[in-house]
């Protein structure tokens, strides 16, 4: 009776939230005069162009697990392993056993990505707990400043990190909940940083359809506080007021002009710095096997994502499995992930030729895996390639245990 209760609580929750979302799914980013400066100037933005740069931990929008990505980014409704950690919390729920991950993002500029994951299933399945950590690693970078923009012969270097726990719910064979809380950590220039507070949260609901799976699924991701940046190096030593400048002729001598302002010392303060809020995404997902036998079975997905940082983004990617024996597995994956916050066109309305790759292939993905159950453990490799237009391409490699 009292997991009832509970179930039935906890499915009108997500009920009222999913309707509370579907405001911000609908809003469009073209509505918000959000300009990323929360404490100041509303100065919205120019028509056509995204908030990307105006938000605080972008590193958070690395995809990770390679068979996501390798499906588009298609996987909110798909997922099913340790990677539902990232993807959707909910799909921990379908963990039967012990799982730990490891995904090195080999990212644009030279940049690198880490993220770890594991996951334990309890309460006889029922209940799965997890744990992540992510990490940015910035290599180090000459300053440059608008008087001396090839440089000032100086360097910085910085790091962002994500860490927190999980949990995801069996309310019944069909409905699954989760939810992740996670501490986010942006620091630059050495010890100056900023923090914020996320959660991540998701359900997927389950059943067949023409004998065969079919999810929806819908997640939020990294709804939280802002991030200001503070530390030492925004300290800085302020001395007494100039002469002159109107101020009173006594004022190297108060005792003698009482209208003079006193003498102050040197003093230090502290810069401010702007509010950023965090890149907070709503998705919608489906599933669907299109063909499943003994040794095959095709999946299909497709997606809605509402970003608060770029317009209305489309997702669809498809996997194709093929079982060699009841031991190995293989997969291709393919995908697509349309962001209409930039032009696709190869040259500008001047007819010059943008610089870096052709932009029209942005967001194609491909990739494959491979998966070996051996003595009751299972050990998965995959692989996915993303094509980023004008940037270079992301190669992403994921390894995961399970036992």
Same mark, same amino acid.
């Given at each position: ?194 923090? %914020? !507070? @996320? #959660? ?6 389950? &059943? ?5 799976? $079919? /999810?929806? %699924? !819908? @997640? #939020? ?6 991030? &200001? ?5 925004? $300290? /800085? ?167």
């Amino acid at each position: 009776m009292l997991r009832k209760m509970a179930t039935r609580a906890f499915v009108g929750a997500w009920v009222i939230l999913s309707l509370a979302a579907a405001p911000t799914m609908a809003q469009g980013v073209s509505l918000q005069d959000y300009s990323g400066l929360d404490k100041y100037l509303g100065q919205g933005r120019p028509a056509n162009s995204s908030f990307v740069g105006v938000r605080a931990a972008e590193f958070l929008t690395i995809p990770v697990g390679a068979r996501g990505i390798g499906m588009g980014n298609a996987y909110t409704a798909v997922a099913d392993d340790i990677s539902a950690i990232w993807w959707n919390p909910a799909g921990l729920g379908f963990i039967d056993q012990k799982e730990l991950m490891l995904t090195v993002v080999d990212y644009t500029l030279d940049l690198s990505y880490s993220y770890a994951a594991a996951a334990i299933p309890v309460n006889d399945g029922n209940l799965v707990l997890g744990a992540f950590f992510g990490y940015l690693d910035i290599p180090e970078m000459e300053i440059t400043t608008v008087s001396r923009p090839e440089g000032t012969g100086s360097t910085f270097n910085a790091y962002d990190f994500q860490m927190g726990g999980s949990l995801a719910y069996n309310f019944s064979d069909r409905f699954v909940g989760g939810v992740s809380l996670k501490y986010i950590h942006q620091d630059v220039w050495g010890n100056t940083g900023g923090n %914020a !507070f @996320a #959660i991540d949260a998701g359900a997927v609901y389950h &059943t067949d359809l023409a004998d065969r799976e $079919i /999810k929806f %699924a !819908f @997640a #939020i991701q990294n709804l939280g506080t802002n991030i &200001t940046m503070s530390g030492s190096n925004l $300290i /800085k030593s302020v001395g007494p007021e100039n002469k002159g400048g109107g101020l009173p002729s006594g004022y190297e001598d108060y005792s003698g002009d009482q209208q003079a302002f006193a003498r102050r010392n040197r003093r230090e303060v502290m810069w401010l710095t702007n509010t950023y809020r965090l890149p907070t995404v709503v998705k919608l997902s489906l599933a669907y096997s299109l063909f499943t036998s003994d040794k095959v079975n095709w999946l299909a997905s497709a997606e809605l994502w509402r970003p608060s940082y770029i317009p209305l983004s489309y997702a669809t990617g498809t996997e194709l499995t093929y079982a060699f024996d009841s031991f190995t597995t293989a997969s291709l994956r393919m995908g697509w992930m349309i962001q209409t916050d930039e032009v696709t066109d190869a040259t500008d309305m001047s007819g010059y030729a943008y610089q870096g790759d052709n932009p029209t292939f942005r967001g194609f993905s491909i990739g494959g895996g491979i998966q070996r159950d051996l003595y009751g453990k299972t050990i998965r490799f995959n692989y996915a390639y993303r094509n980023k237009g004008r940037l270079s391409a992301d190669n992403f490699f994921s390894v995961a245990l399970g036992f």
